[in-house]
């Protein structure tokens, strides 16, 4: 693997992503009335079967031992790359790995969810201004604050770029959102679920 030039951004590469967070501290535990209630992003959807601690918490589902939540933007985002070569498998994906975990959220009014997912973009993007936010932008803000709603206990994705770096995951955890790599959940929660972390 060739070496990343100073200053440049990490890559998706869920191996330098583990190196670099090992020993951060995440918080509590989830409570014990329940397994781990994980919100999968589109980044993690792992289509391929390439990344192998999420490769883990999806066998981690399939045992019980976790529920996987798939918000409704990230099974429409990944529906949207269906028709380009090779990504069909991700809405397959998308719709295999959703086990329903929506916490204790609720219906809510859309005025409510577009302050929430105002206050999450507010958060990841801090010096954009409301209406100069891209599309995807929106669409993180709105997936960041259906997490929040549902209550689930962590956020997994792989795009430590617009979830992780300068400040993010910080600034996430200061309003209760617990943002985590595949690979730092599975070190994180792998000795208490039973299974070791790749």
Known sequence: MAARAPGA???????SVFRARRSA????????DHPPRLTI?????????SVPAMNLI??????????????????????AHRGRKGRAMYAAKARALDGGAGGKGGGEDRAGE??????MAAVLFPHTQPARLTPSQ????????????????????????HFIQKGRRERLAARGI????PAEFAA???ERLGGAAP
């Open 25 to 32: 501290k995440f918080g509590p535990d989830w409570p014990a």
């Open 138 to 161: 929106r669409r993180d803000a709105r997936i960041l604050a259906l997490h929040r709603r549902t209550g689930n206990d962590a956020f997994i994705t792989l795009d430590t770029r």
């Open 58 to 79: 999806e066998r981690w589902a399939g045992e019980g031992r976790v529920e996987l939540f798939v918000p409704p933007e990230v099974l429409a985002e990944a529906r």
């Open 41 to 49: 992003d589109t980044s993690a959807l792992n289509a391929r079967g």
């Open 114 to 119: 577009k302050v929430r997912a105002g206050e």
């Open 9 to 15: 951004a990490p890559s998706h590469n869920e191996a």
């Open 188 to 190: 994180w929660a792998g």
């Open 178 to 181: 617990r943002v985590m790599t």
